[in-house]
């Protein structure tokens, strides 16, 4: 396709994914949004752009350090993609704190007064907050000089320190011998000392108050309105907050690893302890105070963040969380219960008589749980096979697994110990289930395991019979609340069978000649999808209606974005959600004027991946867990599976049309690639989420008021299983 291989055709993906959190940020400065509402959206932005620097602008500086030269598909070299995200990083902070202001006097309008460092305190508020510092924080608080027996400290990835300018007072200096040597000196006879915010102490306190106005003020200012008393016989000349992100990424050699456990758990240690990629310091900092934090910690310029307000915003989550001001927030959805399994007696008998499709959040993610867990404690059931990226804290399936294994049944579990930021805690997971008397394996050399399944294999009359469940999302009761995800319980032979044959390539050597249904990647995925797509570009060039919808989290792949452009070029209509990246541009004459990209984002995250492919009357729909990106297409374990039901199918042109027609939380993607709000045009509004509310709890209803009259249809296999 060297006819599209021409770098104007891409955008680079680190920009293309500012671009989705600028989406994220529109929320927060959405006036039809509601005010905890948009404050909860400006900390997603701030979490989500901490992962960035961690993971992304940490790799392209490993990249100019390892002097790596190849250009990315949209033509930059490393060093020039740092050059264009420092600006545009330092815009979009910029634009976080100027939302955050404007936030504050509405929040004051409405009895929440955020008190800020410059703010007046009245007599009584000063006596708390001292007395707050005395009783509860002074205890904590660990202060650290810097001298010529104590070097600058270890700073922690993330964390809240105060850094501090002190100088003896004068009826002290005198006593200073002349031969001492400073090394926290920083200019003249003032010296450097810091002191950790304590992050085991709450971040935002409420201070009492006899009216309805409700005031809270942050601990960090708590601590310097009292960091006095810290340096006893020193002067504190200046104080500010600074906070330190360090490279999180680590490099595992697997084939050399003897233990990968043990391996992953030495490089999350030193994940704390990284090179130094962003510092956030407050605005008010002393020049010479800020320049000997950057001397230390080996800082360039351009990755000072210079921020007007308190710093690391996913603290407004924790104001989001305060009790009493539900008028500003949106209605709390809570999940109801599938039509299909309302007063289910037996989710096996359910299944078999049919698929049943799950769209969470807004049905709820209970009858997953229940299906392990009903597995567990079955006599009949003979083996449970699972694949686990990320779980909960505490999460409902790990326990089950654990009973079915203490209930003498036969379970194997895959952990993807290296799933980002969660290796730790799938770590703890492993070694439960491995004492539980699992069978924990943790995936095939060089690749993540990303594919959402899992088999219980069952003894029944007349013989064995798998279920499978299959999913667009993780095994996590808690993200199933606030993901969008589908998945699907199947008892179809065929389904089992490629369920069978995945696990046992996960567990052994056993590479399949070929699948019956399912998509896996890394080795057939890529080429079925390309398939697919150029089956559509023949079908157009001989004169068929041809469309393509496909829905995703991101979509960077350089050889899926070929062959859509060699579609649109053919005529085939596609049309694209893409929630956050895309490297696909639209609009380019004679390359992508058939091609459309929406993004939607609203309150919960979008999540499922669906591919759509007709030709005339004919139509595949596939499920699964990967993105048309190279690293889940080639690096990754990932599953995507056809959809064989009529209902369901009905059921996901249904979901997919919904989304094409939001115009309240969707957003379009231009020729400039920029995005811009779906323009209403006087139609009603439409707002998939909740439409999709709306749908889930009517159907609810309507199978309550029926009794759920039991369903005598059978389950008919398709032809051949």
């Given at each position: 396709m060297e006819k599209f291989d021409n770098v104007e055709y891409f955008t680079n993906r680190e920009l293309s994914w500012l671009k989705?959190?600028?989406?994220?940020?529109?929320?927060?400065?959405d006036d039809d949004v509601k005010l905890f509402e948009r404050l909860k959206f400006l900390s997603i932005t701030s979490s989500n752009l901490d992962e960035f620097f961690m993971v992304r602008i940490a790799s392209l500086k490993?990249?100019?350090?390892?002097?790596?030269?190849?250009?990315?598909i949209a033509g930059m070299s490393a060093d020039k993609q740092l050059n264009v995200l420092a600006k545009e990083t330092h815009d979009f902070v910029r634009k976080q704190y100027e939302i955050y202001s404007s936030l504050l006097p509405l929040l004051k309008e409405n009895h929440l007064h955020i008190l800020g460092h410059g703010d007046e305190l009245s007599h009584s508020e000063k006596k708390f907050i001292n007395e707050y510092f005395d009783e509860f924080v002074y205890p904590v608080l660990t202060p650290m000089a810097v001298d010529a027996s104590r070097p600058f400290p270890l700073v922690r990835n993330k964390t809240l320190n105060i850094a501090a300018l002190i100088r003896k007072r004068k009826d002290e200096s005198s006593k200073k011998k002349k031969k001492d040597v400073y090394l926290g000196n920083v200019d003249g006879d003032m010296d450097f000392a810091m002191v950790q915010v304590p992050s085991v102490l709450p971040r935002i306190v409420e201070i009492p108050t006899d009216c309805e106005e409700r005031k809270i003020i942050y601990l960090e200012d708590i601590i310097e309105k009292n960091i006095d008393k810290l340096f006893l016989n020193y002067e504190v000349i200046s104080a500010a907050t600074f906070r330190v992100m360090r490279n999180a990424e680590f490099k595992l050699d697997e084939d050399e690893a003897l233990d990968l456990l043990e391996e992953i758990k030495k490089k999350l240690k030193k994940r704390q302890w990284g090179e130094a990629i962003r510092l956030e310091v407050e605005e008010r900092m002393d020049a010479s105070l800020l320049n000997f934090l950057k001397n230390e910690l080996n800082v360039d310029e351009e990755d000072v963040f210079r921020i007007d307000g308190p710093l690391d915003l996913t603290v407004l989550m924790k104001i989001y969380s305060l009790d009493g001001f539900d008028n500003l927030k949106d209605k709390k959805h809570i999940p109801v219960a599938n039509a299909r399994l309302l007063d289910c007696e037996d989710i096996f008998e359910e299944i078999k008589k049919k698929d049943i499709l799950l769209s969470h959040p807004y049905e709820s993610f209970d009858p997953v749980i229940d299906f392990v867990s009903k597995a567990a404690a079955d006599k009949n059931v003979l083996a449970i096979k699972q694949t686990l990226y990320r779980v909960s804290g505490n999460s409902p399936i790990i326990k089950a697994l654990a009973n079915a294994a203490d209930n003498g049944k036969q379970v194997t579990v895959l952990v993807e110990l290296k799933a980002r930021f969660d290796e730790e805690n799938n770590i703890n997971w492993a070694r439960m289930l491995e004492k539980a008397g699992c069978h924990v394996i943790y995936g095939l050399v060089g690749l993540k395991t990303h594919s959402k399944i899992t088999l219980v294999v069952r003894r029944e009359e007349d013989g064995i019979r798998r279920y499978v469940h299959l999913g667009t999302g993780n095994y996590n009761d808690s993200t199933a609340k606030l993901y969008t995800d589908?998945?699907?319980?199947?008892?179809?032979?065929?389904?089992?069978?490629?369920?069978?044959?995945v696990f046992n390539m996960l567990s052994g050597y056993s590479e399949p000649p070929f699948w019956k249904r399912y998509v896996v990647a890394p080795l057939w995925m890529k080429d079925i999808f390309l398939n697919k797509i150029n089956q559509c570009t023949q079908a157009a060039k001989n004169g068929s209606d041809a469309h393509i919808i496909a829905k995703m989290n991101s979509l960077s792949d350089k050889d899926i974005i070929e062959a859509l452009y060699a579609a649109s070029c053919a005529g085939v209509k596609i049309e694209l959600i893409v929630r956050g990246i895309c490297c696909l541009r639209v609009g380019i004459k004679g390359v992508s004027e058939n091609i459309t990209v929406r993004s939607i984002v609203g309150t919960f995250l979008e999540h499922a991946r669906i591919f759509d492919f007709r030709i005339d009357s004919e139509e595949e729909i596939f499920l699964g867990s990967a993105d048309w990106m190279n690293r889940n297409l080639e690096k990754r374990v990932e599953i995507v599976f056809p959809v064989a039901d009529e209902d369901i199918i009905r059921s996901i042109k249904h979901y997919l049309e919904v989304e094409l027609e939001d115009n309240v939380k969707a957003s379009i993607l231009l020729p400039d690639d920029s995005y811009e709000k779906v323009k209403k045009n006087n139609e009603a509004k439409k707002n998939s989420q909740e439409i999709f509310v709306k749908e889930a709890k009517a159907a609810y209803e309507n199978a309550v008021k029926a009794g759920k009259a039991e369903d005598d249809r059978t389950f008919t296999p398709l032809k051949g299983e």
């Amino acid at each position: 396709m060297e006819k599209f291989d021409n770098v104007e055709y891409f955008t680079n993906r680190e920009l293309s994914w500012l671009k989705f959190n600028k989406r994220v940020l529109h929320e927060a400065k959405d006036d039809d949004v509601k005010l905890f509402e948009r404050l909860k959206f400006l900390s997603i932005t701030s979490s989500n752009l901490d992962e960035f620097f961690m993971v992304r602008i940490a790799s392209l500086k490993d990249m100019v350090d390892a002097d790596y030269k190849k250009k990315d598909i949209a033509g930059m070299s490393a060093d020039k993609q740092l050059n264009v995200l420092a600006k545009e990083t330092h815009d979009f902070v910029r634009k976080q704190y100027e939302i955050y202001s404007s936030l504050l006097p509405l929040l004051k309008e409405n009895h929440l007064h955020i008190l800020g460092h410059g703010d007046e305190l009245s007599h009584s508020e000063k006596k708390f907050i001292n007395e707050y510092f005395d009783e509860f924080v002074y205890p904590v608080l660990t202060p650290m000089a810097v001298d010529a027996s104590r070097p600058f400290p270890l700073v922690r990835n993330k964390t809240l320190n105060i850094a501090a300018l002190i100088r003896k007072r004068k009826d002290e200096s005198s006593k200073k011998k002349k031969k001492d040597v400073y090394l926290g000196n920083v200019d003249g006879d003032m010296d450097f000392a810091m002191v950790q915010v304590p992050s085991v102490l709450p971040r935002i306190v409420e201070i009492p108050t006899d009216c309805e106005e409700r005031k809270i003020i942050y601990l960090e200012d708590i601590i310097e309105k009292n960091i006095d008393k810290l340096f006893l016989n020193y002067e504190v000349i200046s104080a500010a907050t600074f906070r330190v992100m360090r490279n999180a990424e680590f490099k595992l050699d697997e084939d050399e690893a003897l233990d990968l456990l043990e391996e992953i758990k030495k490089k999350l240690k030193k994940r704390q302890w990284g090179e130094a990629i962003r510092l956030e310091v407050e605005e008010r900092m002393d020049a010479s105070l800020l320049n000997f934090l950057k001397n230390e910690l080996n800082v360039d310029e351009e990755d000072v963040f210079r921020i007007d307000g308190p710093l690391d915003l996913t603290v407004l989550m924790k104001i989001y969380s305060l009790d009493g001001f539900d008028n500003l927030k949106d209605k709390k959805h809570i999940p109801v219960a599938n039509a299909r399994l309302l007063d289910c007696e037996d989710i096996f008998e359910e299944i078999k008589k049919k698929d049943i499709l799950l769209s969470h959040p807004y049905e709820s993610f209970d009858p997953v749980i229940d299906f392990v867990s009903k597995a567990a404690a079955d006599k009949n059931v003979l083996a449970i096979k699972q694949t686990l990226y990320r779980v909960s804290g505490n999460s409902p399936i790990i326990k089950a697994l654990a009973n079915a294994a203490d209930n003498g049944k036969q379970v194997t579990v895959l952990v993807e110990l290296k799933a980002r930021f969660d290796e730790e805690n799938n770590i703890n997971w492993a070694r439960m289930l491995e004492k539980a008397g699992c069978h924990v394996i943790y995936g095939l050399v060089g690749l993540k395991t990303h594919s959402k399944i899992t088999l219980v294999v069952r003894r029944e009359e007349d013989g064995i019979r798998r279920y499978v469940h299959l999913g667009t999302g993780n095994y996590n009761d808690s993200t199933a609340k606030l993901y969008t995800d589908l998945g699907m319980f199947t008892a179809r032979e065929s389904y089992g069978e490629d369920a069978t044959a995945v696990f046992n390539m996960l567990s052994g050597y056993s590479e399949p000649p070929f699948w019956k249904r399912y998509v896996v990647a890394p080795l057939w995925m890529k080429d079925i999808f390309l398939n697919k797509i150029n089956q559509c570009t023949q079908a157009a060039k001989n004169g068929s209606d041809a469309h393509i919808i496909a829905k995703m989290n991101s979509l960077s792949d350089k050889d899926i974005i070929e062959a859509l452009y060699a579609a649109s070029c053919a005529g085939v209509k596609i049309e694209l959600i893409v929630r956050g990246i895309c490297c696909l541009r639209v609009g380019i004459k004679g390359v992508s004027e058939n091609i459309t990209v929406r993004s939607i984002v609203g309150t919960f995250l979008e999540h499922a991946r669906i591919f759509d492919f007709r030709i005339d009357s004919e139509e595949e729909i596939f499920l699964g867990s990967a993105d048309w990106m190279n690293r889940n297409l080639e690096k990754r374990v990932e599953i995507v599976f056809p959809v064989a039901d009529e209902d369901i199918i009905r059921s996901i042109k249904h979901y997919l049309e919904v989304e094409l027609e939001d115009n309240v939380k969707a957003s379009i993607l231009l020729p400039d690639d920029s995005y811009e709000k779906v323009k209403k045009n006087n139609e009603a509004k439409k707002n998939s989420q909740e439409i999709f509310v709306k749908e889930a709890k009517a159907a609810y209803e309507n199978a309550v008021k029926a009794g759920k009259a039991e369903d005598d249809r059978t389950f008919t296999p398709l032809k051949g299983e």
